[in-house]
C-alpha cells in the first residue's frame, strides 16, 4: 500500500526538522528513498528525476497555450491565406503580332512602392513590363510576401477570400500602357475610378469581378459583374513621371501633401475611398495622359527646380491639364520615326457598298499596304462621317496588329453598330505613327479617300 502524503510529511519532518521543505538536502532524498522503499518498493522514485517530472509536466500544458496565443495573434494580424495564382480573364489572349504584343521577358519589375488601403488590409503596390510591340504597361493590385495579386471579394474568384498572385506571365490586369520612349522607359499617369478593393477589376467581355454599389444606376452597372458595398470601391491614382521627377502635390479632404516620387521611374500611388457621386461613377471608369488629370494631384515637381500646376478641369474638352504647357514629359526622348513621306504610303482604295446581313447596309474599304507595321506606335486609321453626325464627331476604326508590305487591308463599315443612314458617308484611310506617349498625335499621312452613296 503506497503511504499517504501526510504519514510522509511527518515523518520527512521527524527525521530533518530544520530544514522540513527542502528538496535540496541530500539527507532528505536518501530517507524519501527509504520511505518510499518500505511502504511500496515498485514505486521508489528518485527524487531528482521527480522533480525533472514536476518541471517537465506543466511545459506540457503551456505549449499548447502558447501554440494558441500564436494563431490568435496571427488571426488578429489578418493573415492572408493563398490561392491559385490569376490567369488571364475569359476570352483573353495575347498575340505577338496583334494588339500589345506579348510580355517580354525579363523586363517584369515588382516597384518599391506600397500604398495603405484606406480601410485596411494588404497594401497596394505596382510593377511594370514590355511587350514586344513596344508598349509599356502599369500593373496594380494587392501586395502579400512581396508578391502582387488579388483578393477573393467584391465578386473575384467566387468571393473564396483567398490571396491570388498575378503570375509574371500573365497580363491581367493591365489598367494602362503606352508606347515606349526610346530609353525603353514609361511615361503615363492614371486615374481609375470604383476600383473593387479586391484588386481585379475586369469588365466588359473580359469580366471577372468589376463591381459596383447596390444603389448605382443602370448606366454605372453597365459591365459590372458583381455587386459590392460601397466601402469596398477605391479611386487609383498612379503613374511615372521618369527619372527627373522629384515629388507631386495632392490634396485630400482639404488637407495638401507633398511627397517624393519612387525610383527612377518617378512612380507614385495614391489609393482613396470612392464616393457615391463622383466623374468616373461607373467600374473601372478613367483616363489617362502625359500628366495625372481628374484627380487630387495638383503640382509636379522636377530635379530641375520646375514645376507643372495642374489644372482642375479635365482633359477632356480640349483644355491642356499642365501650366506651362507640357506636350511631352519632362525627360521623356521621342523614339526615331520611320520617316515614310505621303507618297510611300498613298494607295488606290477599293471601296464596295454591300447588303449587311442583319439587314441594311455596310461599306468594305480595302487596299494594299505599301509599307510594314511592326510595332504599336504606328497603324492604320480610317474615320468616316454619315450625313446625321455633328460636325465635330467621326466614327473610326483602326489596325491593331503587325501588318507586312504588300498585305490587304480589309475594314468593314457598317457591319456593327449602328446602321447606316441614307446619303453619302464620307470618309478617308490614313496612316497614323506616333513617337508622344499619348494619343495626341500628329495628322499623319494620308492614304486615300472615299465617299460611298448609301440607299
Same mark, same amino acid.
Given at each position: 500500500? /503506497?503511504? @499517504?502524503?501526510?504519514? *510522509? !510529511?511527518?515523518? %520527512?519532518?521527524? #527525521?530533518?526538522? $530544520?530544514?522540513? +521543505?527542502?528538496?535540496?538536502?541530500?539527507?532528505?532524498?536518501?530517507?524519501?528513498?527509504?520511505?518510499?522503499?518500505?511502504?511500496?518498493?515498485?514505486?521508489?522514485?528518485?527524487?531528482?528525476?521527480?522533480?525533472?517530472?514536476? /518541471?517537465? @509536466?506543466?511545459?506540457? *500544458? !503551456?505549449?499548447? %497555450?502558447?501554440? #494558441?496565443?500564436? $494563431?490568435?495573434? +496571427?488571426?488578429?494580424?489578418?493573415?492572408?491565406?493563398?490561392?491559385?495564382?490569376?490567369?488571364?480573364?475569359?476570352?483573353?489572349?495575347?498575340?505577338?503580332?496583334?494588339?500589345?504584343?506579348?510580355?517580354?521577358?525579363?523586363?517584369?519589375?515588382?516597384?518599391?512602392?506600397?500604398?495603405?488601403?484606406?480601410?485596411?488590409?494588404?497594401?497596394?503596390?505596382?510593377?511594370?513590363?514590355?511587350?514586344?510591340?513596344?508598349?509599356?504597361?502599369?500593373?496594380?493590385?494587392?501586395?502579400?510576401?512581396?508578391?502582387?495579386?488579388?483578393?477573393?471579394?467584391?465578386?473575384?474568384?467566387?468571393?473564396?477570400?483567398?490571396?491570388?498572385?498575378?503570375?509574371?506571365?500573365?497580363?491581367?490586369?493591365?489598367?494602362?500602357?503606352?508606347?515606349?520612349?526610346?530609353?525603353?522607359?514609361?511615361?503615363?499617369?492614371?486615374?481609375?475610378?470604383?476600383?473593387?478593393?479586391?484588386?481585379?477589376?475586369?469588365?466588359?467581355?473580359?469580366?471577372?469581378?468589376?463591381?459596383?454599389?447596390?444603389?448605382?444606376?443602370?448606366?454605372?452597372?453597365?459591365?459590372?459583374?458583381?455587386?459590392?458595398?460601397?466601402?469596398?470601391?477605391?479611386?487609383?491614382?498612379?503613374?511615372?513621371?521618369?527619372?527627373?521627377?522629384?515629388?507631386?502635390?495632392?490634396?485630400?479632404?482639404?488637407?495638401?501633401?507633398?511627397?517624393?516620387?519612387?525610383?527612377?521611374?518617378?512612380?507614385?500611388?495614391?489609393?482613396?475611398?470612392?464616393?457615391?457621386?463622383?466623374?468616373?461613377?461607373?467600374?473601372?471608369?478613367?483616363?489617362?495622359?502625359?500628366?495625372?488629370?481628374?484627380?487630387?494631384?495638383?503640382?509636379?515637381?522636377?530635379?530641375?527646380?520646375?514645376?507643372?500646376?495642374?489644372?482642375?478641369?479635365?482633359?477632356?474638352?480640349?483644355?491642356?491639364?499642365?501650366?506651362?504647357?507640357?506636350?511631352?514629359?519632362?525627360?521623356?526622348?521621342?523614339?526615331?520615326?520611320?520617316?515614310?513621306?505621303?507618297?510611300?504610303?498613298?494607295?488606290?482604295?477599293?471601296?464596295?457598298?454591300?447588303?449587311?446581313?442583319?439587314?441594311?447596309?455596310?461599306?468594305?474599304?480595302?487596299?494594299?499596304?505599301?509599307?510594314?507595321?511592326?510595332?504599336?506606335?504606328?497603324?492604320?486609321?480610317?474615320?468616316?462621317?454619315?450625313?446625321?453626325?455633328?460636325?465635330?464627331?467621326?466614327?473610326?476604326?483602326?489596325?491593331?496588329?503587325?501588318?507586312?508590305?504588300?498585305?490587304?487591308?480589309?475594314?468593314?463599315?457598317?457591319?456593327?453598330?449602328?446602321?447606316?443612314?441614307?446619303?453619302?458617308?464620307?470618309?478617308?484611310?490614313?496612316?497614323?505613327?506616333?513617337?508622344?506617349?499619348?494619343?495626341?498625335?500628329?495628322?499623319?499621312?494620308?492614304?486615300?479617300?472615299?465617299?460611298?452613296?448609301?440607299?
Amino acid at each position: 500500500m /503506497r503511504p @499517504r502524503t501526510d504519514d *510522509l !510529511v511527518a515523518r %520527512l519532518a521527524a #527525521a530533518d526538522p $530544520a530544514r522540513q +521543505l527542502s528538496v535540496d538536502n541530500p539527507a532528505r532524498e536518501e530517507l524519501w528513498r527509504r520511505i518510499l522503499a518500505e511502504e511500496s518498493p515498485r514505486t521508489v522514485v528518485p527524487a531528482r528525476a521527480w522533480r525533472r517530472r514536476v /518541471r517537465v @509536466r506543466p511545459l506540457v *500544458l !503551456v505549449v499548447p %497555450l502558447l501554440l #494558441a496565443l500564436t $494563431a490568435g495573434a +496571427l488571426a488578429a494580424g489578418g493573415v492572408i491565406r493563398l490561392g491559385a495564382p490569376a490567369g488571364q480573364p475569359p476570352g483573353y489572349s495575347n498575340s505577338a503580332r496583334s494588339g500589345l504584343g506579348e510580355l517580354t521577358r525579363g523586363t517584369v519589375r515588382l516597384l518599391p512602392i506600397s500604398t495603405p488601403d484606406p480601410v485596411g488590409g494588404p497594401a497596394w503596390g505596382m510593377r511594370v513590363f514590355s511587350t514586344t510591340r513596344g508598349a509599356g504597361c502599369i500593373q496594380v493590385g494587392r501586395l502579400v510576401d512581396g508578391k502582387l495579386g488579388a483578393l477573393g471579394q467584391d465578386g473575384a474568384f467566387h468571393d473564396d477570400g483567398l490571396f491570388h498572385e498575378l503570375r509574371t506571365s500573365t497580363f491581367a490586369p493591365f489598367y494602362n500602357c503606352t508606347t515606349l520612349d526610346a530609353n525603353h522607359r514609361i511615361f503615363t499617369n492614371v486615374a481609375v475610378g470604383d476600383e473593387p478593393a479586391s484588386g481585379w477589376g475586369f469588365v466588359g467581355r473580359y469580366a471577372h469581378g468589376g463591381c459596383v454599389p447596390a444603389t448605382s444606376s443602370p448606366a454605372e452597372r453597365a459591365g459590372a459583374t458583381a455587386i459590392c458595398p460601397q466601402g469596398d470601391e477605391r479611386n487609383l491614382y498612379y503613374g511615372l513621371l521618369g527619372p527627373d521627377a522629384s515629388s507631386i502635390t495632392y490634396v485630400i479632404s482639404g488637407q495638401s501633401r507633398t511627397v517624393p516620387t519612387v525610383g527612377p521611374e518617378g512612380a507614385y500611388l495614391i489609393v482613396t475611398k470612392a464616393a457615391p457621386k463622383q466623374l468616373f461613377d461607373f467600374a473601372d471608369g478613367g483616363t489617362s495622359d502625359v500628366v495625372p488629370v481628374d484627380g487630387p494631384i495638383t503640382a509636379l515637381h522636377y530635379r530641375n527646380g520646375a514645376t507643372c500646376h495642374l489644372t482642375s478641369r479635365s482633359w477632356i474638352g480640349g483644355a491642356d491639364a499642365c501650366t506651362p504647357t507640357l506636350k511631352v514629359p519632362v525627360g521623356y526622348v521621342p523614339p526615331k520615326r520611320s520617316a515614310y513621306t505621303s507618297a510611300q504610303v498613298a494607295a488606290p482604295l477599293r471601296v464596295r457598298l454591300l447588303h449587311a446581313t442583319r439587314g441594311g447596309y455596310e461599306i468594305a474599304v480595302s487596299f494594299t499596304s505599301r509599307v510594314a507595321i511592326a510595332h504599336a506606335r504606328s497603324k492604320y486609321l480610317v474615320e468616316w462621317r454619315q450625313p446625321n453626325m455633328p460636325l465635330q464627331v467621326n466614327a473610326y476604326h483602326f489596325t491593331d496588329g503587325d501588318i507586312a508590305a504588300g498585305q490587304t487591308v480589309s475594314v468593314s463599315i457598317g457591319g456593327l453598330g449602328p446602321p447606316l443612314t441614307a446619303g453619302v458617308t464620307r470618309g478617308t484611310v490614313t496612316f497614323k505613327e506616333t513617337n508622344l506617349p499619348s494619343e495626341e498625335e500628329e495628322p499623319g499621312l494620308l492614304v486615300g479617300r472615299f465617299a460611298v452613296r448609301v440607299p
